[in-house]
């Protein structure tokens, strides 16, 4: 029996396939970009700052590139890397994005390894920062930073600012250790001494009782990697404990004084140096531009390191469209991110061909008051940094 639920089913099977055949050409009229973020949980921080540099981006460049519109759509991992790894299959299959982008911790980037290989899509890290990662595939490039990169050059300052004892205290995960290692090696090889070496736990966070040690040990500084966003907490233990008092130096990455951040911090914050590649007070025609438009959208927040990471993550993919002439294969779009150079607000940068890396500057810091304001003041450059874990083929 034909019944009338049949033939209707019939035809709207008959609209969807047509609908279907005429896919590809809208298709080509919109490339998606699939940005997979912390929106919510201990690291939405992160998640909040990628998104808007993302749409800095977009705002001050439009969202026509090579003739084709990009369309940003944004999903919340909420920082666990099975939900990273499901969204980016769903991404990739129902939603038909053409690049992925985003990921906001290490474990939460490794996830998609897998995925990205096979399904042959591009994925921008924009915040994750483990060295390795992108080891783990080779659709992945990245316009955040590597630990080792801004590691070194701190341990390179430190040996020539009379720091001769130090003790190292970083999160005890991927970039925590790569942050440690590097640091290490340039200190000691520099005639350095590590006192003592301290991991504390990624969740949760106590820094008290590791605080007392380094104390005890006496040191000339303490050297710390922490994922943005821990760093205020941080900061005020090391001020209970009283370890500046005790005349112990705080040197770190730019995750502790995350400028999303680093207003609340207060005065214990005040003189402690730091080795990173953005910071909002960066004096330069392109960052005054950046911040102004991003402030005009968010004016509630400050960029970080994270929101510039999203700012030139849109940039590759834009520039890396315009090289294709719109082609969207990943294979055609790695090949194009390859060598791209550009000058971002944090400054020159460029993709490292061989690494598929950022290379760029790693400016040293220190916090100071300006305008009633706390800021990353710059004062010295590494220029053109790759990353060193590659460079020496570690
Ligand atoms: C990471 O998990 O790779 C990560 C997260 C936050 C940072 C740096 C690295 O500030």
């Known amino acids: 029996m034909i019944t009338r639920r049949l ?35 201990p690291f939405a921080s992160t998640g909040r700052q990628v998104e808007a540099g993302a749409r800095t981006y977009m705002a001050m460049h439009g969202d026509t590139v090579a003739g084709k519109k990009i369309e940003l ?12 790894r499901r969204i980016a299959q769903e991404l990739i299959v129902n939603d038909g994005v053409s690049v992925l982008g985003g990921f ?21 890290i924009m915040a994750a ?31 020539e600012n009379d720091i001769k004892r130090v003790v190292t205290l970083v999160t005890d995960y991927g970039p925590g250790i790569d942050a440690e290692t590097w640091f290490t090696k340039e200190f000691t090889e520099k005639g350095g001494e590590i006192v003592e070496a301290v991991r504390v736990p990624l969740q949760n966070p106590d820094f008290a009782p590791y605080l007392q040690r380094v104390r005890d040990a006496d040191p000339d500084a303490i050297f710390v990697f922490l994922p943005s966003g821990v760093g205020s907490l941080f900061m005020k233990q090391f001020a209970d404990r009283g370890l500046a008092d ?41 960052n005054n ?52 150079s550009w000058t971002s607000p944090r400054g020159p940068v460029s993709i490292d ?14 916090v100071k008051e300006v305008d009633g304001e706390l800021y990353n003041v710059e004062f010295a450059t590494y220029e053109a940094v790759k990353d060193p874990a590659k460079a020496s083929g570690e």
């Open 104 to 124: 906001g911790l290490t474990p939460l980037a490794l996830s998609v390894a897998p995925v990205i290989t096979q399904a042959k899509v591009p994925a921008v």
């Open 7 to 41: 033939l209707i089913a019939a035809s709207a099977a008959g609209i969807a396939a047509s609908v279907l055949a005429a896919a590809p050409s809208y298709a080509q009229e919109t490339v998606k970009v699939g940005l997979i973020l912390p929106m919510t949980g």
């Open 289 to 340: 531009a950046y911040v102004d438009a991003y402030k005009a959208a968010y004016p509630d927040m400050r960029p970080n390191f994270m929101s510039v990471g999203g700012y030139d993550g849109m940039h590759l993919i834009y520039a890396a469209l315009e090289k294709t002439s719109g082609d969207t294969s990943g294979d055609a779009l790695m090949e194009a991110i390859k060598g791209l």
């Open 353 to 366: 061909p061989e690494t598929r890396d950022i290379i760029q500057n790693i400016y040293m810091r220190e």
């Open 246 to 286: 005790a005349g112990i130096k705080l040197i770190a990455t730019g995750d502790v004084t995350d400028d999303d951040i680093l207003n609340e911090m207060g005065k214990p914050a005040l003189g402690t140096i730091t080795g990173q590649h953005y910071s909002a007070a960066h004096d330069s025609p392109e």
């Open 129 to 159: 920062a483990t060295a390795s990662i992108t080891e783990q595939s080779d659709y992945y490039t990245r316009t955040s930073f590597t630990l080792p990169q801004a590691a070194v050059p701190v341990a390179t300052w430190a040996t």
């Open 73 to 84: 759509v944004v999903r919340d991992d909420a920082g666990t890397a099975d939900q990273t």
